[in-house]
């Protein structure tokens, strides 16, 4: 039986509209898992994708960072997990294909509501495949919204692993401005150093501030990792109608639901305890948040099992570098489920 590309069933989903249910792929192998569409979550339809090799494989539940960059459109970044995990994606509430079904009339836009819906979602995913418990994994904004989950319900959940892990906005941005100065001395940019100094003392929300730093903020893994974004998106005029067009609107719809919430975010007073073996693999070149204060939280914060794991990459380490990655995963969070 001929395989059927997951880039094939995502073109045949845009073209026949979303199904209702979760529709299987034609499995490669009796054991393989490739299934996608709309499940009802927290009172609306939300979409999922579920991919691996072997269904007798651990799970995980990735969480999307952004908010709002959906993975929907680059799940082909998830098959080198693939062979050693079932890996569920996961449109959140106003993002991607989730967004597309239910638009700006959108409600439960919260981090309280979005952390209960990565519960069900973790819940649907341990019915279907009878399994006691998964891994989350959270990517940036995703990390924020991991803690959330896990504090809810560490039940269902063998471990929680960060990635891009915030641990407060003010902290990315000064680690990032710092990062900025550096880079500007070095190229003796004074038009750029005095910017970093005129927006110096504005409050970390002040977008003068947060753009005065940001020429610097992505490694060259991170900016290589963004074509398929740009990609994706294509030049302008952007599309209305679409996949293209949904993922644009649920960025400029969520954003500002959200981003308050973002700012105000410190890891070290809402989590100084994590009730699951907690992990954070970080990018050794991450300047979208701060590797450090994500260092130095791990260190701090009290969790039955801990570790910070740094590797090769930036923001997008966990994609740029799948390979160590999914190392660290096997050598510290496997034998978790083993044992």
Request: hydrophobic letters at 45%; charged letters at 20%; aromatic letters at 10%.
């Amino acid at each position: 039986m001929s395989k059927i590309s997951r880039r094939e069933m995502l073109l045949a989903a845009a073209a026949t509209g979303a199904v209702p249910l979760l529709a299987k792929r034609v499995a490669a192998s009796a054991q393989s898992v490739e299934q996608s569409g709309f499940v009802a979550i927290g009172g609306i339809d939300q979409w999922i994708a579920i991919a691996g090799e072997d269904e007798h494989n651990p799970l995980i539940l990735f969480l999307h960072g952004g908010p709002a960059e959906a993975e929907s459109p680059f799940l082909r970044e998830f098959i080198p997990w693939e062979h050693d995990f079932i890996v569920v994606n996961w449109d959140q509430r106003g993002s991607g294909k989730t967004y597309g079904k239910n638009g700006p009339a959108t409600l439960g836009m919260t981090v309280q509501q979005m952390a209960q819906d990565a519960v069900d979602v973790a819940e649907y995913a341990l019915r279907k495949f009878e399994k006691p418990k998964l891994i989350l994994v959270g990517h940036s904004w995703g990390a924020v919204l991991g803690l959330h989950a896990v504090t809810l319900r560490p039940d269902l959940f063998y471990a929680f692993v960060g990635t891009g892990q915030p641990v407060s906005w003010s902290l990315s941005l000064e680690d990032r401005e710092r990062w900025a100065r550096r880079q500007a001395l070095a190229e003796h940019n004074t038009a750029a150093i005095k910017q970093l100094d005129d927006t110096a003392t504005l409050p970390a929300s002040d977008m003068k501030r947060v753009m005065a730093s940001n020429k610097w903020r992505m490694s060259p893994s991170d900016l290589q990792y963004l074509t398929i974004e740009r990609d994706f998106i294509g030049p302008p005029p952007f599309p209305t109608k679409g996949d293209v067009a949904d993922w644009i609107a649920g960025g400029d719809f969520t954003g500002p639901k959200l981003w308050p919430a973002i700012f105000n975010f410190d890891a070290r007073k809402e989590f100084p305890e994590i009730p699951v073996p907690f992990f954070v693999i970080e990018g050794r070149d991450d300047h979208m948040v701060s590797f450090e204060a994500a260092k130095e939280y791990v260190e701090q914060v009290r969790a039955p099992v801990k570790a910070f794991i740094p590797i090769d990459g930036g923001h997008f380490a966990c994609f740029t570098d799948p390979n160590q990655f999914i190392a660290a995963l096997q050598t510290r969070v496997m034998p978790l489920i083993d044992g």
